[in-house]
């Protein structure tokens, strides 16, 4: 190959790499990445480059068989009296992401439900922000079943509602339906990837009149990745724009198609916790340590635990945060029960810790900075 073929070929790997190996996504989300060679692995949206509204995270850029899910917490503290727009939950000891200013709504007051693309809309106003446009209409569905239900059976429905959530074999069956549904999706992937990255060049190379052939013959692959992503699209995403919104950049481009499986799983673990997802398909000595940072997180969150002064509020807030907690707890009791909620004394001069991140202090009247000013715990003794 010429220099100039080279540097054409360069542009084209940098401009698959910005546009197909890239997602933005929201700072309140968590992304499971898994490939063909291993489980998942948990990255959180929090702890990538970015700005306050999202972040970048980088897919896999060599080889297109993997799949990526996206989910998040629920983008509110549900209780007896009212939801908040808000959740003290975050993701690891990284700075919690920031939220819209929240609001609290009354069971009797809550009017107006509807999700618009991926926001929550209250009375004419935005009152959550989701991952996806799925978990927003569940979530709008949700609010407004519980707010029509009569008190005496909000309890049970929201326990109903935390252990779907948390529901590990439906998220294991769910992932297997997405794998089954791309499988062949994934091999023509592959196919097309192999040929467009190794192939092309090794003919321009060493066989240059066939170059016209081994180009009509990646087209065709480009169409068939199109097929293929139309295929599985028509088993996984439900008829209207959740489906061609995948489909028509397959067909437009063969970047996205290279991609499409991945496109495809995305939401589709949407309606599911992050840590149950993560407990389904992440390596259990991954999981145990997720674990560990959730259950700190959930008992001694980034500060404020709550943004508003209505006692209301503070009460949605703590109430939901324990709900979650007893799920986590259900989710591996025996790996619950080594998780270390008191961190070892490092030095016999150090007197408090903070409970969310476990750094350590020579002094009691000084706060955690490093998970929002939050007041430290004494040692024992």
């Avoid at 917490?73 to 929240?102: D, K, M, N, W």
């Avoid at 959740?242 to 589709?268: G, I, K, M, N, Q």
Wanted: glycine fraction near 8%; charged fraction near 20%; aromatic fraction near 10%.
């Amino acid at each position: 190959m010429t220099e100039s073929e080279w540097g054409l070929y360069g542009v084209l790997a940098l401009l698959y790499a910005g546009t197909s190996c890239l997602w933005w996504i929201p700072r309140a989300a968590a992304a499971l990445r898994s490939s063909w060679w291993g489980s998942a692995r948990c990255v959180a949206a929090n702890t990538l480059l970015g700005n306050e509204n999202g972040g970048v995270l980088p897919l896999n850029p060599l080889w297109p068989v993997g799949t990526c899910y996206v989910t998040q917490h629920l983008p509110c503290s549900i209780g007896a009296q009212g939801v908040l727009g808000f959740t003290a939950l975050s993701y690891g000891t990284a700075e919690r992401p920031l939220a819209r200013p929240p609001r609290f709504v009354a069971w009797s007051e809550l009017r107006g439900v509807e999700a618009r693309d991926d926001e929550v809309w209250v009375g004419g106003a935005s009152f959550a922000r989701c991952a996806s446009r799925r978990l927003a209409r569940h979530v709008a569905q949700e609010l407004e079943r519980l707010a029509l239900a009569p008190a005496a059976q909000r309890e049970e429905l929201l326990e109903r509602e935390l252990e779907r959530a948390f529901d590990v074999v439906a998220i294991a069956g769910e992932a297997g339906r997405v794998e089954r549904a791309t499988a062949g999706l994934a091999r023509g992937q592959l196919a097309f990837f192999a040929g467009g990255a190794l192939g092309i060049p090794l003919v321009i190379e060493f066989a240059r009149p066939w170059v016209p052939l081994a180009g009509l013959v990646l087209f065709l692959g480009w169409i068939a990745c199109a097929v293929g992503a139309w295929r599985a699209a028509r088993r996984l995403t439900p008829p209207g724009w959740e489906r061609w919104r995948v489909v028509l950049p397959c067909c437009v481009h063969p970047f996205p198609a290279s991609r499409a499986r991945e496109a495809l799983s995305r939401d589709a673990l949407a309606l599911f916790h992050p840590w149950a997802a993560c407990k389904a398909l992440a390596a259990p000595a991954e999981f145990e340590a997720l674990l560990a940072t959730a259950l700190r997180d959930a008992r001694a969150p980034y500060w404020p635990e709550c943004p508003l002064e209505d006692a209301r509020a503070r009460e949605a807030e703590r109430s939901w945060r324990a709900r979650v907690e007893r799920q986590l707890l259900r989710l591996d009791p025996a790996a619950a029960e080594r998780v270390e909620l008191v961190p070892q004394r490092l030095a016999p001069d150090c007197l408090g810790y903070c409970a969310r991140c476990h750094k350590q202090y020579t002094r009691l009247d000084v706060s955690c900075a490093s998970c929002g000013e939050r007041p430290l715990t004494p040692f024992a003794g």
